[in-house]
């Protein structure tokens, strides 16, 4: 064959090639189990201890003459009951009557005692809290003058005036939404079943408003956070119910540790919703920080202020759907 025609099939084989690889990963990311767990990930450590034991030829030569099987179990793990919790001590005692010895008929007195303990479970308890302000007049003023004045106990303050929510049941009601995903209308039905017909446009409202509230916590932890030497972000598409785009963007940014050494960095984490994925969401929240940002291979991030730094988790994705598209040898 020509060397033109050989260097255009060498051509076409890449490309194929390829295009078998892509049609391979958009199966699997489709179709197969996500997860990146590596085999071999969990000797990275033992390989010492795994270099000293007696290889496969050596084990079948010194046991050829018998075969044993052995394998692991894993334990159960008894529940854990954190001891700053309270404890409420029931005494199961003899009757008066019973403490008596057998033997002699002397009386028992106590040795010591046996404790177990059973967790118990208290289901949420709802209550109303009444309000009351008592009102003052002049009783003088009520027979003899022309006009009587009231006094009477200022309205307490209340995150939400002229409502009945109190910062309790709001605190349970973002909590179960935004922390255990449970929807509204949801939660409507589990009010339901406590005699409260508290509907979801209500708590909807609710929602809104504490969030303007929250507005001014939420810009001083931003300025705190642009303040920090090193940040990380990521992004996640979402969709939402009516909305000009079919997808939108919610955007985390963070900052600090979990690390006992990192307890005096500030532990900021920060969402931004966008109803798009445009690079100049991320300029317009980063305001020229000029830290480090560790963040994935977006190219949106190229055009911030940042120095960036690449993230192990993304860098690893590459070398497991490498390994997936291979073929097997």
Request: charged share 25%.
């Amino acid at each position: 064959m020509p060397k033109k025609y050989q260097s255009e099939a060498k051509t076409y084989q890449v490309k194929y090639e390829r295009l078998l690889e892509q049609w391979q990963l958009a199966l699997m990311h489709r179709f197969a189990a996500r997860s990146e767990a590596y085999d071999g990930q969990g000797e990275l450590f033992n390989e010492i201890e795994a270099e000293l034991e007696p290889t496969a030829e050596e084990v079948a030569e010194a046991e050829a003459a018998t075969e044993t099987i052995t394998y692991t179990r894993k334990k159960a793990r008894a529940p854990r009951i954190a001891e700053d919790l309270p404890r409420e001590d029931v005494v199961h005692d003899i009757a008066d009557e019973d403490k008596i010895c057998d033997c002699c008929g002397g009386d028992l007195h106590k040795m010591g005692e046996e404790v177990s303990e059973k967790l118990e479970f208290v289901p949420a308890q709802i209550k109303v809290l009444r309000h009351i302000r008592p009102k003052y007049s002049c009783r003088h003023c009520e027979q003899h003058g022309t006009s009587t004045s009231i006094k009477i106990a200022p309205v307490v303050p209340s995150v939400l005036p002229k409502s009945i929510a109190t910062p309790s049941l709001l605190t349970q009601i973002i909590s179960a939404k935004y922390h255990y995903g449970l929807p509204l209308y949801r939660q409507e039905k589990l009010f339901s079943s406590f005699g409260i017909e508290l509907n979801r446009q209500t708590m909807s409202r609710w929602l809104v408003k504490v969030a303007e509230k929250a507005q001014p916590l939420y810009e001083y932890l931003h300025r705190r956070l642009l303040e920090q030497p090193a940040i990380w972000s990521d992004d996640t598409r979402i969709k939402v119910i009516e909305t000009e785009k079919t997808q939108s963007t919610m955007w985390v940014y963070g900052c600090g540790g979990d690390s006992p050494s990192a307890l005096s960095a500030q532990n900021i984490v920060l969402y931004d919703y966008q109803d798009g994925r445009a690079g100049h969401y991320i300029t317009d929240f980063l305001q020229g920080y000029q830290g480090l940002m560790q963040v994935d291979g977006y190219q949106a991030y190229d055009k911030t202020q940042a120095t960036l730094a690449g993230c192990w988790a993304h860098a690893r994705r590459k070398f497991i759907e490498a390994k997936a598209v291979q073929p097997q040898r």
